[in-house]
């Protein structure tokens, strides 16, 4: 008897995950894609929910923040011996402890982040190839050293004591401007951050610009893992390659539209508003005493550390 | 490629921070005039969908998936200077929120990919085009947009990286900052991008492109312009 069941729901499930080739394509760009955009939205409800605790850092005035984490920014870019970094290290470790910021999570990141951007990006250069100086643990002994197109092999390769330093260096900058970067992050809604960039005299247009793409940014990424999952639950097995490129490209012109008609309303609902075009951001109230003292002590330390 | 904090001397991340705020105060001005008030929630839309760009995986042939750094196409779609603002929004909230790029580095990281890359993009798009609206000659163009731009932003981060020894070293010559030469700076973020990363944003850029004139063709930019 011929019944209406679909074909593909009458063939036996396979465990395996459907083989690459023959012009067909497993489906992990839906799952790599759903991963990037749940890390997102993942990422700024971690940010947002660490933000909205009390502690040290997260009662002190938004401005005083941003001023003093730029300022050490610019320290930390600034120093080229290894104890300051040190020194800023361990007073951004005393502030996250006294922020009571979960210190396994917040440290997780910050090493696997620093591990990338600092220590392997910079592991190389530690070799006399590219940092000349003593070599401490010699890897490569050539018969005799080499000289081509402007480079020079030495006849001993190794790791130089000179190398190590500029790697501990570059690793520690990394680590420190990370920490204090998420420190505040984690103390501090996002929004408020933009709005404490009008000390700096960032104009407000730009501000509000900022402001807007970010709160787009997860409305529109929600809707983005919507997309995939629905598109994940009607597959059954692979696609084919084509199919599955213009299956994205069409998400992708689809989010284009969207943000234009988004466009729209927005702007609708700001002349609903009254909006002349003309820009101005609420100023913030006034800053207290105990703010004052607290951003005075950071900004002596950070004093400090320049003069060091 | 986004130059995290630590690696570019205050002589190099403070001259690029000019650069990237001429570009952006110039952008400013032209949309401002372009679009009237409408320009605020406009850049505002461009950015978001600037960032999601970047986070599609897209299937490759070959069987691979890659994503994109979507300048190039978003010039191609926008404008280059709506995409100098839009890429810049979208790379400041990556350096703040995410730590993808350093606070120090927002100026290099703007002008090596919100500015050097839509504009290349956007020229070779023009250029290798010519009259065409269609056809393998039109998403060729679409194809070296993408690959010659994101490797000549790539040369661009190279040559930052590799004047660092040259500019700031201690008195010993140990280098302060990045310490690889131009010798090695250049060649390796060229090769790489060339090789692998441009090859991928060149086919993503065809790829949205190719669907665009097929569905939306009234959306693009670039095939508006005379």
Same mark, same amino acid.
Request: proline share 5%; glycine share 8%.
């Given at each position: 008897m011929k019944n209406d069941i679909p074909l593909f729901l009458l063939n036996t499930?396979?465990?395996?995950?459907?083989k690459r080739g023959g012009g067909k394509i497993n489906i992990s760009y839906i799952d790599k894609s759903i991963e990037s955009f749940a890390g997102i939205l993942k990422e700024s409800y971690i940010q947002w929910e660490?933000?909205?605790?009390?502690?040290?850092?997260?009662e002190l005035d938004t401005r005083i923040k941003v001023v003093f984490w730029l300022f050490l920014i610019v320290i930390?870019?600034?120093?080229?011996?290894?104890?300051?970094?040190?020194?800023?290290?361990?007073?951004?470790?005393?502030?996250?402890?006294?922020?009571?910021?979960?210190?396994?999570?917040?440290?997780?990141?910050i090493?696997?982040?620093?591990?990338?951007?600092?220590?392997?990006?910079s592991f190389p250069s530690s070799l006399n190839v590219i940092t000349h100086g003593e070599v401490l643990f010699p890897i490569i002994t050539l018969s005799k050293p080499y000289d081509f197109w402007g480079y020079h092999i030495p006849e001993v390769i190794g790791f130089t004591g000179e190398g190590f330093s500029v790697v501990a260096m570059l690793t520690l900058r990394v680590l420190n401007s990370l920490s204090i970067s998420f420190l505040i992050?984690?103390?501090?809604?996002?929004?408020?951050?933009?709005?404490a960039l009008k000390v700096l005299k960032v104009p407000d247009t730009f501000l509000i610009i900022i402001s807007l793409a970010y709160k787009y940014i997860f409305i529109f990424a929600r809707i983005v893992v919507d997309m995939h999952l629905a598109k994940k639950n009607r597959l059954v097995s692979a696609v084919?390659?084509?199919?599955?490129?213009?299956?994205?490209?069409?998400?992708?012109?689809?989010?284009?539209?969207?943000?234009?008609?988004?466009?729209?309303?927005?702007?609708?609902?700001m002349v609903g508003r009254g909006f002349s075009g003309k820009i101005k951001l609420y100023q913030y109230q006034k800053i207290m005493g105990r703010d004052w003292i607290v951003g005075f002590f950071l900004f002596t330390?950070?004093?400090?550390?320049?003069?060091? | 490629m986004h130059i995290p904090d630590g690696y570019l001397s205050p002589q190099t991340f403070v001259p690029l921070y000019g650069a990237s705020f001429v570009f952006w105060a110039v952008a400013l001005k032209k949309l401002k005039k372009e679009l009237s008030a409408k320009y605020i929630p406009y850049l505002a839309m461009a950015a978001a969908f600037s960032f999601l760009i970047m986070m599609f995986n897209v299937p490759i042939p070959g069987g691979t998936t890659g994503h994109a750094v979507g300048a190039g196409i978003i010039a191609i779609l926008l404008g280059p200077w709506a995409a100098v603002l839009a890429v810049s929004v979208v790379l400041i909230i990556q350096a703040i929120v995410f730590g993808d790029g350093g606070i120090t580095a927002i100026g290099a990281n703007c002008f090596n990919m919100a500015v050097v890359m839509p504009f290349v993009s956007y020229w070779v798009f023009k250029l290798v085009k010519g009259n065409a609206k269609g056809g393998a000659r039109f998403y +060729?163009?679409?194809?070296? +947009?993408?690959?010659?731009?994101?490797?000549?932003a790539s040369v661009a981060a190279g040559f930052e990286f590799g004047i660092q020894p040259m500019i700031a070293s201690g008195p010993d010559g140990k280098p302060l900052y990045a310490p690889y030469p131009l010798s090695i700076a250049v060649p390796a973020m060229a090769i790489e991008h060339m090789l692998v990363f441009g090859i991928v944003e060149g086919m993503v850029t065809a790829l949205i492109l190719k669907y665009f004139v097929k569905h939306e063709s009234e959306l693009v930019y670039a095939t508006k312009e005379a």
């Amino acid at each position: 008897m011929k019944n209406d069941i679909p074909l593909f729901l009458l063939n036996t499930p396979s465990s395996h995950p459907p083989k690459r080739g023959g012009g067909k394509i497993n489906i992990s760009y839906i799952d790599k894609s759903i991963e990037s955009f749940a890390g997102i939205l993942k990422e700024s409800y971690i940010q947002w929910e660490s933000a909205s605790k009390t502690g040290f850092f997260h009662e002190l005035d938004t401005r005083i923040k941003v001023v003093f984490w730029l300022f050490l920014i610019v320290i930390i870019s600034l120093k080229k011996e290894l104890l300051p970094e040190l020194g800023i290290f361990i007073t951004v470790f005393t502030l996250v402890v006294l922020s009571r910021i979960n210190l396994v999570k917040f440290y997780k990141k910050i090493f696997l982040l620093g591990f990338i951007f600092g220590f392997l990006i910079s592991f190389p250069s530690s070799l006399n190839v590219i940092t000349h100086g003593e070599v401490l643990f010699p890897i490569i002994t050539l018969s005799k050293p080499y000289d081509f197109w402007g480079y020079h092999i030495p006849e001993v390769i190794g790791f130089t004591g000179e190398g190590f330093s500029v790697v501990a260096m570059l690793t520690l900058r990394v680590l420190n401007s990370l920490s204090i970067s998420f420190l505040i992050l984690y103390t501090t809604p996002f929004p408020e951050i933009i709005k404490a960039l009008k000390v700096l005299k960032v104009p407000d247009t730009f501000l509000i610009i900022i402001s807007l793409a970010y709160k787009y940014i997860f409305i529109f990424a929600r809707i983005v893992v919507d997309m995939h999952l629905a598109k994940k639950n009607r597959l059954v097995s692979a696609v084919k390659s084509a199919e599955a490129r213009n299956w994205v490209a069409g998400r992708i012109a689809f989010i284009f539209r969207k943000t234009q008609l988004k466009c729209d309303d927005v702007f609708k609902a700001m002349v609903g508003r009254g909006f002349s075009g003309k820009i101005k951001l609420y100023q913030y109230q006034k800053i207290m005493g105990r703010d004052w003292i607290v951003g005075f002590f950071l900004f002596t330390l950070g004093l400090l550390f320049l003069w060091v | 490629m986004h130059i995290p904090d630590g690696y570019l001397s205050p002589q190099t991340f403070v001259p690029l921070y000019g650069a990237s705020f001429v570009f952006w105060a110039v952008a400013l001005k032209k949309l401002k005039k372009e679009l009237s008030a409408k320009y605020i929630p406009y850049l505002a839309m461009a950015a978001a969908f600037s960032f999601l760009i970047m986070m599609f995986n897209v299937p490759i042939p070959g069987g691979t998936t890659g994503h994109a750094v979507g300048a190039g196409i978003i010039a191609i779609l926008l404008g280059p200077w709506a995409a100098v603002l839009a890429v810049s929004v979208v790379l400041i909230i990556q350096a703040i929120v995410f730590g993808d790029g350093g606070i120090t580095a927002i100026g290099a990281n703007c002008f090596n990919m919100a500015v050097v890359m839509p504009f290349v993009s956007y020229w070779v798009f023009k250029l290798v085009k010519g009259n065409a609206k269609g056809g393998a000659r039109f998403y +060729a163009a679409a194809f070296l +947009a993408g690959w010659i731009g994101l490797s000549v932003a790539s040369v661009a981060a190279g040559f930052e990286f590799g004047i660092q020894p040259m500019i700031a070293s201690g008195p010993d010559g140990k280098p302060l900052y990045a310490p690889y030469p131009l010798s090695i700076a250049v060649p390796a973020m060229a090769i790489e991008h060339m090789l692998v990363f441009g090859i991928v944003e060149g086919m993503v850029t065809a790829l949205i492109l190719k669907y665009f004139v097929k569905h939306e063709s009234e959306l693009v930019y670039a095939t508006k312009e005379a």
